[in-house]
């Protein structure tokens, strides 16, 4: 999607960019990286939020 990217940094960090809210709708889409992150062993996971204008707490909460 064009809001958000996703991308593995290294053995162990997960990188997720968020570049546009409301991502609600792309909310299972994330999960569904989140969770590929989790199987490939991913400890630590960066979530940039620079740039991004804002949002729902909601939505930031949802993914976190």
Not at 19 to 28: A, E, G, V
């Amino acid at each position: 999607s064009g809001d958000w990217s996703s991308d593995v940094c290294s053995s162990d960090l997960g990188y997720i960019d968020i570049r546009m809210f409301p991502i609600d709708i792309h909310t299972n889409e994330v999960s569904s990286a989140l969770e590929q992150f989790k199987t490939g062993g991913i400890k630590k996971i960066i979530i940039d939020l620079r740039g991004n204008p804002g949002g729902s707490i909601e939505s930031y909460r949802s993914i976190a």
